[in-house]
């Protein structure tokens, strides 16, 4: 018989961001005890949203709060703590970092040591769960920072008598009803060494499509409206929707402008109505999409309604902060779902009306946008070209890096 607990659970986050994690955990049912974060223009966006009611920590820098914090600094007792969440910055684990102009170093990468912070964050609290969530390469691949973590959590287990144990997998998050296929890595640990239950993936063969998210709302526009810019905004138009450059590749349907899989995959990428939105970046050159149907940049209200926020949802800074915050933002629905499962397996009860930030299927969706000709002045990059020439063997780093880094 499972068993209940009484009282609410609690979260302390870092790397907190624009409150991806924090949103969803608080649909989930927790109560926040703190939250940390340095960046100042991500430290703005969580007041401006939830002032008064997630107590965002003095100090801003995990490898100090890890130093410093005891569980009575949070009002809580030792052990007290249900859950320590965060997503440690996920540049040096990124595929996206192969088209920086160094190589991907992961964890020698200098912005790989806040998670020694966070590793020092649980074993001065020792919460009854541990929930990171990243890009896909934070548990594969030989830059992974999994062992890491295995081995820093062994060492806790055994000088503080937990049975710490990981339990890793990589999720397309449109699998749970967000409308975006962005895949992400999830791990969690428990404190009593019991086997993580993941959720039962609910939106496999019925994805939530960015028409349900963004389609034809008038509070999802901005004035001035963004407007593609750059050497190749008129492209776009010839480009049909859901596909990107290699349209105009020999395997393509269009002219042959480039080379097939000579550019980065965001490359002139377009949303589809009917589809889930492709992955949104954080860092996005004038090229990089994905772009609107309309063959624009998205708007925030846009980008931050396909990662499952509300269009409401306050984002300070210029423009370029505001996306960089967006795209590195864990969607709140995801955070959600995992958060309800931790809940229910630690012996929390569960709101039995699904999760609070699902949204809704529109009835119908607008056939696609017309595609039109390629514009007279990309012509002349008709021709015969090389595709790409294999493994390791592709564009330079450097020469594509001018164009867009695509950051997750």
Known sequence: MERRRNGTPTVLSAFSGLGGLDLGLESAGFDHAGLVERDSNARRSLKANR???????????????????????????????????????????????QWASSARIGLADERATPLMGFLALIEGLLPEAVLIENVPGFIQ?????????????????????????????????????????????????????????????????????????????????????????????????????GRNYQWHTSFGGGRELFGYRTRYWSFLLKLAKSKPSWTIA????????????????????????????????????????????????TPPLLAEVFGRAIKRQLGFSIAANGPLLALERRNSVPDPEPILPVASGFLELEGQHAAHAGTGRGPSPRREADESIVAD
């Not at 004035?223 to 008129?234: L, T």
């Open 51 to 97: 002032d008064g009611t997630w107590p965002l920590l003095d100090t801003p820098d995990v490898l100090r709060v890890a130093r410093v914090i005891k569980p009575r600094d949070l009002g809580l007792a030792s052990g007290e703590l249900t859950i320590l969440a965060g997503g440690p910055p996920c540049q040096p684990f990124s595929v996206a970092a």
């Open 141 to 241: 691949g030989s830059t992974s920072a999994l062992d890491l973590v295995e081995r820093e959590l062994r060492r806790i287990n055994m000088v503080h008598g937990t049975s710490y144990a990981t339990e890793s997998a990589n999720v397309d998050a449109a699998r749970y009803g967000v409308p975006q296929r962005r895949i992400r890595s999830i791990v969690v640990a428990c404190r009593s060494g019991q086997r993580f239950l993941w959720p039962a993936e609910t939106h496999t063969e019925n994805p939530m499509r960015a028409w349900d998210a963004i389609g034809d709302s008038d509070e999802l526009r901005e004035d001035p409206m963004p407007i593609s810019a750059g050497k190749w905004a008129g492209l776009l138009p010839s480009i049909p929707e």
């Open 282 to 329: 954080a860092q996005p050159g004038p090229a990089t999409g994905p772009f609107h149907w309309d063959n624009r940049p998205l708007t925030t209200a846009e980008m931050l309604r396909l990662q499952s926020f509300p269009s409401t949802w306050r984002v300070e800074g210029v423009r370029r902060e505001k996306v960089r915050q967006i795209g590195n933002a």
